[in-house]
């Protein structure tokens, strides 16, 4: 089975600021998905990034953009210019290809706080 | 993207009784999953429902305990039976879009006192 591992309970950043969320995976498979899921305390959850593992180019989303090293299985979040709405708690995640039908496996999040 | 709400947004139960929790979707998919989320954890998957077999269900998680229906193609429930206070968690239900993402409803904040 494919473990996430988020190994920052918690961060924090100042408004305007950058910062970066680590991930990391296990897994025998080449081809997959990962994905960053953000939960404010709506407890929705909203899909922040995603990224195929085909892809060499990494995935940006306006002042969001990810870090895919795939030899060392990591998969890093950049936040940039950091906003009071960015804090929430921040899973990452992992699906297997190509069965359409496989469920998320989800780390254990990162929960960020952006200060004033 | 499909738009998902759940029903009830929350409750409080007392111990020994069952909730079911309604989740339906705005188009019709085939797949459906149920997920707890433990206070302050991670998703942990329960089942996926398929319309028209049997909810496939995660080690760890039962039928007896997490009876689920799928009667269609926009609708699922989940009941949660027997509830004790380790039950209390948010479920939430989600579906796979064509993009491999998955969209979540607004999740069930269930406390069992």
């Known amino acids: 089975a494919q473990t996430v591992t988020q190994s920052q309970p918690e961060m924090s950043v100042q408004e305007a600021e950058t910062v970066t969320l680590s991930c990391t995976y296990d897994t025998s498979e080449s081809d997959y998905y990962l994905f960053w899921y953000k939960q404010p305390p709506s407890r929705q959850m909203i899909l922040v990034i995603r990224q195929e593992a085909y892809k060499q180019q990494n995935a940006t989303e306006n002042r969001f953009s990810v870090n895919f090293q795939k030899a060392a299985k990591s998969f890093s979040l950049k936040i940039s210019d950091s906003q009071l709405g960015d804090a929430a708690m921040y899973f990452c995640?992992?699906?297997?290809?190509?069965?359409?039908?496989?469920?998320?496996?989800f780390g254990k999040g990162t929960s960020l706080l952006v200060t004033p | 993207s499909a738009v998902i709400s759940q029903k009830p947004s929350r409750d409080i139960c007392q111990r020994g009784t069952s909730l079911t929790i309604q989740c339906q979707v705005d188009?019709?998919?085939?797949?459906m999953f149920w997920y707890r989320q433990q206070p302050g954890q991670s998703l942990t998957l329960i089942a996926t429902a398929n319309q028209g077999s049997e909810a496939t269900y995660e080690s760890g998680f039962v039928i007896d305990k997490f009876p689920i229906s799928r009667p269609n193609l926009t609708f699922s429930t989940l009941t949660v039976s027997n509830m004790s206070p380790e039950d209390s968690s948010i479920y939430l239900c989600?579906?796979?879009?064509?993009?491999?993402?998955?969209?979540f409803g607004p999740g069930t904040r269930l406390t069992v006192l």
């Open positions: 989600s579906v796979p879009s064509d993009r491999r993402q998955q969209f």
């Open positions: 188009s019709q998919v085939t797949m």
């Open positions: 995640a992992y699906r297997s290809n190509p069965n359409s039908g496989y469920a998320l496996n």
